[in-house]
């Protein structure tokens, strides 16, 4: 994606109002950093459902302390801006999570699964990751759900997360599949805008639905565990996850835990 064709993008996209606006830039420090400075210029109502787009992150961040390889032209890194609606907000990770999956699922047919809370996965590797930021003031609030999909090239990714990642091109060729479409970055890109404008609407009209359609595709239910929390450790398996996304882990003493965010190793 050296040079977003906005045209191609657009012809593709299928939504009322999400992603019809489009700041782009070949370079950047970090998505989610240029939407939050897109804010000192201009207020929620005329950004929202904006994306941040970038061909290349130099600063690209994950959960806690993590970072986000962003190698230029390896994958989509894009950055929704919402209005905060607290509704809304306690769906984030399954909408955008579901968006990702559909889009994935639309244009390549095959279909992936969710590791709680964000990671999206085929055969055990990682294709895709989400980080969710609400900003809050006196006057106004802002979602910012800020997704990076590898499309291509993760071989070339840090050792730490090679082993561990894939990216589309390399889910076709497992699969003996060809198809265009991930060729295409705006085709990619308009699909998971349509996607999750899909799924934001269904977290007003029928939260139910999206957390059970979600619910399906998170694979750590019934798995062994160990959470790793900001300053401890809890080991277990995972019972289920609340319709809020809380995972419920049961210890080794037979006792529940509700775990609201942790990053989290599965040991079976």
């Keep these: ?16 109002h999400l992603g019809k606006q489009v700041f782009y830039k070949t370079s950047t420090g970090s998505t989610m950093d240029d939407a939050r400075n897109a804010l000192k210029m201009q207020n929620s109502e005329a950004l929202h459902g904006s994306l941040f787009l970038s061909n290349e992150q130099l600063k690209g961040r994950g959960r806690g302390q993590k970072t986000w390889s962003s190698n230029p032209g390896s994958g989509i890194y894009v950055t929704f801006l919402l209005k905060y609606d607290e509704h809304v907000s306690n769906f984030l990770y399954m909408i955008s999570s579901l968006a990702i999956c559909d889009a994935i699922e639309d244009l390549i047919n095959i279909q992936t699964s969710i590791k709680w809370p ?65 060729d295409n970055n705006e085709i990619f890109l308009s699909s998971l805008s349509t996607n999750f404008e899909k799924r934001y609407y269904q977290s007003i009209s029928d939260s139910v ?36 996304g809380v995972l419920i882990l049961e210890n080794e003493e037979g006792k529940y835990i509700e775990v609201m965010a942790a990053s989290i190793e599965e040991l079976n």
């Design 1 to 16: 994606m050296n040079n977003f064709d906005k045209t191609s993008y657009l012809n593709n996209l299928k939504t009322m």
């Design 118 to 182: 964000n990671d999206i996965m085929h055969q055990n590797k990682k294709v895709a990751g989400i980080l969710i930021e609400n900003v809050i003031d006196d006057k106004e609030g802002v979602s910012l759900i800020g997704m990076g999909i590898n499309m291509r090239n993760s071989e070339l990714l840090p050792d730490e997360y090679r082993e561990n990642s894939t990216d589309l091109e390399k889910m076709l060729n497992f699969n003996n599949c060809n198809n265009a479409a991930i």
């Design 209 to 244: 639905s999206l957390y059970n359609n979600w619910r399906i595709l998170v694979s750590t239910i019934g798995k062994n565990i160990i959470a790793h929390l900001d300053n401890v450790s809890l080991h277990g398996k995972v019972v289920d996850i609340s319709d809020h």
